[in-house]
């Protein structure tokens, strides 16, 4: 890259951090992706017994039973994340964030659509009703899925849940 693409170059970051992290358009954004490992959240929504919420999806990227989450912004905390994340599902509940970090995944080349995402399992406990729906599941057992990791991060879960539900949930109440 010569020293004036370079300039550019510089010049453009230097915009995208003075609008804290904000890329403005998708060709941009998905290319930033295919360079930089991003963070996501992986919303393991449960009830008070352990039950996880899956969403389903049928579209270029995902088929199958997932845990509903996606990217995490540039200074978003974990929970504003879940939140954003579950209303863009249509899940608009409260909750509590009982463990930041329940699990961690970092994809690989190949494994995900958009690049090489670094999943942050995040197990949030609602005592509000959801209630299942054609898109919706509530599961207490993994779930097969075309997405290795969404299985995987399924069992992650459920054995979080096993060793540190009743103790998570008895602290938060």
């Known amino acids: 890259m010569d020293e004036r693409r370079l300039a550019e170059f510089k010049e453009g970051l230097k915009e995208v951090v003075a609008n804290r992290g904000y890329i403005p358009d998708q060709e941009s954004y998905n290319l930033f992706q295919k360079i930089v490992p991003w963070p996501a959240t992986e919303v393991c929504l449960t009830n008070p017994n352990g039950q996880l919420l899956l969403r389903y999806r049928d579209d270029q990227w995902w088929k199958g039973w997932h845990i509903i989450g996606g ?13 954003r994340h579950l209303a863009g599902d249509g899940v608009g509940v409260s909750f509590d964030l009982i463990d930041e970090c329940a699990f961690i995944q970092k994809w690989m080349p190949g494994e995900h659509p958009f690049g090489f ?16 729906t054609d898109v919706l599941l509530w599961t207490d057992e993994p779930v097969e899925t075309e997405v290795t990791h969404h299985y995987n991060f399924q069992r992650q879960f459920f054995r979080w849940w096993k ?5 998570a949930l008895a602290k938060n109440s």
């Open 71 to 83: 990217f995490i912004r540039a200074h978003e905390r974990l929970a504003d994340a879940c939140r």
């Open 117 to 132: 995402p670094i999943s942050i399992g995040c197990v949030c406990v609602t005592m509000e009703d959801v209630p299942e």
């Open 163 to 167: 060793q540190n539900g009743a103790q």
